[in-house]
């Protein structure tokens, strides 16, 4: 072999092995360096592992089977535990780590993390900051992965669960933490981000939990699929858990569709919501009500003063249920299981759903087309000014043909009364505010009859339905093709009871004065 070639494998035999050595070292030293880091990071926040494996020529690092636990500032109780297949660093940049005083890392990815969460509601989270002092540095990660996730959230109070996630997925791109910005609400920011999970539970409140069978979060679009809201007692165990009245609901819902959407905090303190549309599919809605249960007293805002009330800004230019039911039961016998009010193939185009617009700006306005009682048609055009002190609403109907015997199931149960006959058409305009009202009506009947029951919800009270018959036209003006109509004003508002209690007040006050009065149009 010639002497300068065995020269050149002599020499390159040598620097192979120094590489090899030298990056053996450097990997040794990057070890022992996260080591301490780890073990110096933060007084609440401490990380157990197996092993480390480090590449110091791809600039990667893993934690194998790592461990973290975070203690709260307080109670020095443990507040949030992690545990992870692996969680991996690549491509950690040495020059902006070295020179430029910045972690930059292309991708962070969590592998199988479970995630427990014991939340107590004593501690006060603002003066949790104390992993904002484990930041020195401005970090930039190009992307965030998370596979197969877990969670699960505790109330420390009584170790009950509060919410609950498997099967979690997401990935942000682009993501910045900077010292300058930890003093603020968000001091994260990103580009874009993606997050699927399944089977989510959340406690709402003590006596209603959420189901959400899967959902896909981007930056684009929200998909919530199956979702469902549901008392967690029966209706019978609900009236005796609860010492004012309370309704019983069992709300499901096909899919959830949110478009071009965007969420945060603005100016550091208000949270903001807003979508150009909201799809609801297929929702169906069950409610129950007890109302041998005592009343509930408290006052009842309208929907104007709710939205204005929100602790955050939300604007849904167009919100869209789609062929949605609604089933309300009210019990008021203990003898009976209580009248149903149904609607069905409910479509309603709500446009400016916000309480971000100025006085006078724009209001909200909903346009609903259902069908009441299994085949009368049912359309309702109503509007109000969300930043209206005043409340002042609008809220118009056209009612198609109602045989007054699809009544019965609610009122012969409820009120000991029994309807026959057909109401052909029937228009009404309510105009309102959060005091008082008035309802402008006219209907279309024929052979309308009122029957008095007795007691036992069976048979007829003669004397009296004979009575209250006498006072009321069997048709408008005897005449199929016109109207009679009815008025009522300054109707007082029930502040005690419901928005829709308040629109019965209205209508009975316009049904009795275009059936008993003189049906002339003022």
């Not at 019983?248 to 569709?257: A, V």
């Not at 929907?303 to 949605?324: E, I, W």
Request: hydrophobic letters at 35%.
């Amino acid at each position: 072999m010639d002497k300068r070639l065995k020269k050149g494998y002599i020499i390159g035999l040598f620097v192979f092995v120094l590489l090899i050595i030298s990056a053996l070292t450097v990997n040794f030293i990057i070890k022992n360096k996260i080591k301490e880091g780890i073990n110096n990071f933060s007084e609440t926040i401490k990380i157990e592992y197996q092993d480390i494996h480090v590449n110091s020529l791809t600039g990667s690092v893993g934690l194998i089977d790592p461990k973290i636990l975070v203690y709260g500032n307080t109670t020095n109780n443990i507040n949030v535990q992690i545990e992870l297949k692996e969680l991996s660093i690549n491509n950690l940049s040495y020059w902006d780590y070295f020179f430029n005083d910045i972690i930059n890392v292309d991708n962070i990815s969590l592998n199988q993390p479970k995630i427990i969460y014991h939340y107590n509601s004593l501690v006060n989270l603002k003066s949790s900051n104390s992993y904002k002092d484990s930041f020195k540095k401005t970090i930039e990660i190009g992307t965030i992965e998370m596979f197969n996730g877990y969670l699960e959230v505790f109330n420390v109070a009584n170790d009950s669960l509060i919410l609950k996630s498997e099967a979690i997925n997401g990935r942000v791109n682009t993501v910045a933490i900077k010292e300058s910005s930890l003093k603020h609400k968000t001091p994260v920011t990103y580009q874009d981000y993606r997050l699927t999970y399944n089977n989510f539970f959340c406690k709402l409140n003590d006596f209603e939990n959420l189901f959400i069978k899967h959902a896909n979060f981007n930056t684009d679009f929200f998909n919530i699929k199956h979702v469902s809201i549901k008392t967690k007692y029966s209706k019978e165990a609900l009236s005796k858990q609860i010492s004012v009245e309370r309704d019983y609901f069992d709300l499901t819902i096909d899919s959830i569709l949110v478009k071009n959407h965007d969420f945060g905090i603005k100016n550091d303190s208000l949270l903001y919501f807003r979508s150009n549309q909201v799809d609801f599919y297929q929702p169906k809605f069950d409610i129950y009500r007890d109302k041998l249960v005592a009343d509930d007293l408290s006052y009842k805002p309208l929907y104007s003063k709710l939205l204005r009330g929100l602790n955050f800004d939300m604007t849904l230019d167009k919100f869209f249920l789609n062929n949605a039911s609604l089933v309300y039961t009210e019990k008021i016998k203990e003898e009976t299981v209580g009248g149903r009010l149904e609607f069905s193939n409910l479509n309603a185009e709500i446009i400016n759903l916000s309480n971000t617009y100025k006085q006078g700006e724009t209001k909200t306005s909903a346009h609903i087309d259902a069908i009441f009682m299994q085949n009368t048609p049912l359309n309702i055009d109503w509007n109000f000014d969300v930043m209206d002190d005043n409340d002042e609403f609008v809220f118009k109907a056209d009612i198609g043909t109602l045989d007054a015997n699809h009544m019965n199931q609610f009122m012969e149960p409820n009120l000991n009364v029994r309807l026959n006959g057909e109401i052909n058409k029937n228009y009404f305009t309510i105009n309102g505010n959060d005091h008082t009202s008035r309802i402008d009506l006219k209907l279309q009947y024929d052979n309308f009859d009122i029957v008095i029951l007795k007691k036992d919800g069976k048979e007829k009270n003669k004397l009296l339905s004979g009575l209250i018959n006498l006072f009321v036209s069997k048709d408008s003006k005897n005449k199929s093709s016109e109207f009679r109509h009815g008025q009522g004003t300054d109707i007082e508002r029930d502040k005690t009871k419901s928005v829709f209690n308040n629109l019965w007040l209205n209508i009975k006050a316009g049904l009795l004065n275009a059936m008993t009065g003189d049906g002339k149009k003022n």
